[in-house]
């Protein structure tokens, strides 16, 4: 048995390692900067319309159609998805690994990423479907079976997102809550995993609305506070903060002149790091957050489009910026502590013992939100493949014992299990997105051509 589980986790270590080290890096950030390119740059010359858009929507209560989210909505679910642990381990992780210089090019993957997520968020739009109960569905697995005509690769790509996200993602999610709430306030890990539980099915049962409500509610508070957190840290180091941007600046492509060769660290491995755990974290090319995007109730695709390179940006060029420099800024970085434990080394130079509790709260908000925006995901692919309510009840019951017992387990393997299904569902949402990019690019010129003559935006949706 020992030798089995030697070897599931070396098979598990090597597939990760080729995925997220070499392929989807190289994939992902290829095809963001050819989308950028053969789109004119979208999250330059389209940001401030983009932004003026999204932020409009947190002071301004939208209306939508039954059977569908908001605009604001459906991007306040993708963003619950989007900002989690890798937020704050992830970013210490890469710093760790890849030196400071791995920030900048964390910056980069976001960079392309928003173009990336903007052409699955309009063929998300364009090829969603509505289902027998009036409820708006969508994502990679309709545009890959409408837009490609691949069923069987469309039936793959739902069961890996089930798994990675819905099941064994929200099981680490889970554990990292129990974890850090154990820790700051000394309640028994299971305990908090009832808790977890009984919490996201009250939310889960709602269905569609509650969720959207919920996202629309917590994610702007939770971001917010957590920024304002960070900047108060960067305030008192704020002597550290121009030092922090040079070495960033200069790490990324000479580590050695910041950190000294006997750091072992060079250019490749602060590139590798800081794409790769850019790209976990804001998920764009990933085919997760489409599943939301795709019920945005808006006029024409390419709204919805915009709005999502928010997304991305808030996630990684605000928020994992922040961790960042407050790791940087206070010397956190070289502790002798791994993962979310620099960061909350940090927080606890600045604050003391409060701020081993204040991180504790952000992390649980963190990750429950993505608990919350995995959940949903899984239930629209679930909803692909079986088209019936007993399979989504099946699915909930499944999700809810999966946070219970992912809050009181060692999950090192698990978490590197999801790991390789995240990076396996990519494969097919890359392949569909690269062939299906002509007609992104197409409802971008219909949305400026109705746009300049001052028409009402209208699009119609087929699969033509």
Partial sequence: MELLETFLEAFVGKVNEILW??????????????????????????????ARRVFGGVFKKEDSKEGSMSSFQALATSIAAQIGTGNVAGVATAISMGGPGAIFWMWVSAFF???????????????????????????PAYYIKNGLGFKGLAIFFAISLIIALGF??????????????????????????ICIAILAGMIFIGGMKRIASFAEMVVPVMAAIYIIGSIVVIILFRENIIPVFRNIFVAAFNPESVMGGAAGIGVQQAVRYGIARGLFSNEAGMGST????AVADVAHPAEQGLSAMIAVFIDTILVCTATALVILATGANNLDVAGAGITQGAFNIAFGHIGEK??????????????????????NNIRFLFKNKNAIRIYQVIV???????????????????????????????????????????????????????????????FQ
């Fill in 113 to 139: 990423g928003m173009s990336t997520i903007f052409v699955e968020a309009t063929l998300a739009q364009k090829y969603r479907e509505t289902d027998k109960d009036g409820q708006l569905v969508g994502g």
């Fill in 21 to 50: 080290d070499y392929v989807l890096v190289i994939g992902l950030v290829g095809i963001g900067l050819y989308f950028s390119i053969r789109l004119g740059f979208p999250q330059i010359k389209r940001f401030g319309f983009a």
């Fill in 290 to 293: 489409p599943n939301s995007h």
């Fill in 400 to 462: 809810l014992i999966f946070i219970v017992l992912g809050s009181y387990q060692k999950v090192d393997f698990v978490w590197s299990l999801a790991d390789m299904f995240n990076g396996i569902m990519v494969i097919p949402n890359l392949i569909a997105i690269f062939i299906l990019f002509k007609e992104s690019k197409a409802i971008l010129e219909d949305y400026d051509e109705q746009t300049q003559k001052g028409e009402r935006l209208n699009y119609k949706y087929d």
């Fill in 358 to 379: 204040f991180l504790a709260v952000c992390l649980t908000f963190f990750a429950f939100t993505t608990v919350v925006g995995w959940y949903y995901f899984g239930e």
């Fill in 168 to 193: 064994i993602g929200n099981m680490v999610q889970s554990n990292s809550i129990a974890d850090a709430v154990s820790r700051a306030f000394n309640i028994p890990q299971i305990a908090v995993g």
